[in-house]
Antibody, heavy 122, light 107 residues
Framework: QVQLVQSGTEVKKPGSSVKLSCKAS????????IHWVRQAPGQRLEWMGW????????KSSQNFHDRITITRDTSANIVYMELNSLTSEDTAVYYC???????????????WGQGTLVTVSS | DIQMTQSPSTLSASVGDRVTITCRAS??????VAWYQQKAGKAPNLLIF???TLETGVPSRFSGTGSGTEFTLIISSLQPDDFATYYC?????????FGQGTKLEIK
């Protein structure tokens, strides 16, 4: 069965960086795009970006002002998301999610990781 | 950015009720809208995609309609498991955006 398993809780200082992982299993990794979505406490979901696992092409939201880097390791079926210059406003649960259409970067998201809580505090 | 506005923000209903949640887009998104259910502390769960297509395994009491700027999620007969928060999402243009959520509470 399809699974996305994310790395564990992070506590970071303002100004630092965080790198989260998302390990995929149960499907052909290179056939689907993975998105990252975050949710600050009590807030709506916020789309961050995606990576086409097959070729490594990425797209991210301009709302992150080039602070975000999404990469993948096809040998291990893992997608990474790194966010730099953290502030308290980056405190959120971060999710990875898979699109529900083969070989398309943008579609609805049918499988989600369990989420990773990132807390940014001095 | 395309703004997605849901109404109502909170909805109180009883088991067996028919409920409707509306999502309005600030500009046309064709039919590129998905609906998700989220329970506290859990990841969202896809219910509907392309405005009206039911995701595999989702009960048929869920349905979606709409195109352009106005979309609706309907639950035909509420079950105890349906009390959760619901989000719409547009995936027509970047950045992809979500509604603010509708919390469905037990009356």
């Amino acid at each position: 069965q399809v699974q996305l398993v994310q790395s564990g809780t992070e506590v970071k200082k303002p100004g630092s960086s965080v790198k989260l992982s998302c390990k995929a299993s149960g499907y052909t990794f290179t056939s689907y795009t993975i998105h990252w979505v975050r949710q600050a406490p009590g807030q709506r979901l916020e789309w961050m970006g995606w990576i086409i696992a097959g070729n490594g092409n990425t797209k991210s939201s301009q709302n992150f002002h080039d602070r975000i880097t999404i990469t993948r390791d096809t040998s291990a079926n893992i997608v990474y998301m790194e966010l730099n210059s953290l502030t308290s406003e980056d405190t959120a649960v971060y999710y990875c999610a898979r699109v529900n259409v083969l070989f398309r970067p943008t579609a609805s998201l049918d499988y989600w990781g369990q989420g990773t809580l990132v807390t940014v505090s001095s | 950015d395309i703004q997605m506005t849901q109404s109502p923000s909170t909805l109180s209903a009883s088991v067996g009720d028919r409920v409707t949640i509306t999502c309005r887009a600030s500009q046309s998104v064709s039919r590129w809208v998905a609906w998700y259910q989220q329970k506290a502390g859990k990841a969202p769960n896809l219910l509907i995609f392309k405005a009206s297509t039911l995701e595999t395994g989702v009960p048929s009491r869920f349905s979606g309609t709409g195109s352009g700027t106005e979309f609706t999620l309907i639950i035909s007969s509420l079950q105890p498991d349906d009390f959760a928060t619901y989000y719409c999402q547009q995936y027509d243009s970047y950045p992809l955006t979500f509604g603010q959520g509708t919390k469905l509470e037990i009356k």
